[in-house]
């Protein structure tokens, strides 16, 4: 009963974790006409336009006499919550890369929200196909919905890749050097990717910054802000994964060499399940 409790809270506390961030993620408007308003009328009318809630002019304080209201910046209050309940109670799978530090806890929370946004998305993708195909009424939101969804979830799965250590690698050569020359490898790949990382956050922060600031939406019907959001996300998570490869590197330096085979991606404990169900049967 308590491992099935503990189970329970692990899945639910991601799910708050999405339905606070997509809430802030809707309502970042609010925050930014409170307290960084652009100076330019017609940019402030444009943002104002999507919060409607009352007769706000640039000058107004924020907080309750702002934009945003009392549900922003409870969802704002409650994202750290649910992030840190997260990465608290996060239980590493049995398949999954044995390091446990702070940092890795953190990456395997966020492959939790991975996983429950896919299953947010094939809710939607269902809920659309039924709409469309069965009531005749198809939505205007689904399609672009999806692709924004998928977008987080790509981006979220490469650092889980990251710290279960399940990226694409060759290790046709790799396996033949000695434990030194694996050491110097995996030091250059681990340099080359910090060094990908601030090229990619020095050259496109502005863009970034730009894209949230002026909250530049998609251009459709439902016209959700994918640029605005998925821009800088796309920075913040390759930043993660590059001090995620940094934790890997000084994890792992001490590690015994590994001789890599076909049979790393079978997971032993789930073909003993399977090898069980087939006898039974």
């Not at 659309?128 to 924004?148: D, G, I, P, Q």
Request: hydrophobic content about 55%; aromatic content about 12%.
């Amino acid at each position: 009963m308590q491992q099935r409790s503990g189970s329970l809270v692990e899945w639910l506390v991601p799910l708050a974790f999405i339905v606070c961030a997509g809430w802030l993620a809707w309502h970042l408007p609010a925050f930014i006409l409170d307290f960084l308003p652009p100076q330019d009328p017609s940019q402030f009318d444009k943002l104002s336009a999507l919060f409607k809630r009352n007769d706000v002019t640039p000058d107004m304080p924020g907080l309750f006499g702002g934009f945003a209201d009392i549900f922003d910046w409870l969802a704002l209050l409650l994202l750290p919550v649910t992030l840190v309940a997260g990465v608290l109670t996060v239980r590493r799978a049995p398949m999954e890369f044995e390091a446990w530090g702070p940092l890795d806890r953190l990456s395997v929370f966020i492959g939790r929200v991975t996983m429950m946004l896919i299953v947010v998305l094939c809710c939607v993708m269902l809920y659309e196909v039924f709409v469309r195909y069965v009531l005749n009424a198809a939505t205007l939101w689904a399609n672009e919905l999806s692709l924004w969804l998928a977008g987080f979830v790509f981006l979220c799965a490469g650092l889980y890749a990251m710290q279960q250590r399940s990226h694409i690698r060759i290790f046709l050569l790799y396996d033949m050097l000695p434990r030194s020359l694996q050491r110097v490898c995996d030091t250059i790949s681990t340099v080359l990717i910090v060094t990908f990382a601030f090229f990619l956050v020095y050259g496109g922060y502005g863009e970034a910054l730009d894209k949230l600031y002026r909250w530049e939406t998609f251009g459709t019907a439902f016209d959700p802000p994918i640029p605005a959001t998925i821009k800088p996300m796309v920075l913040v998570v390759v930043v993660l994964v590059a001090v995620q490869a940094i934790i890997n590197l000084v994890s792992d330096w001490n590690a015994e060499a590994v001789i890599h085979t076909a049979a790393d991606d079978i997971d032993a404990e789930e073909l003993e399940a399977l090898k069980r169900q087939v006898g039974n049967n």
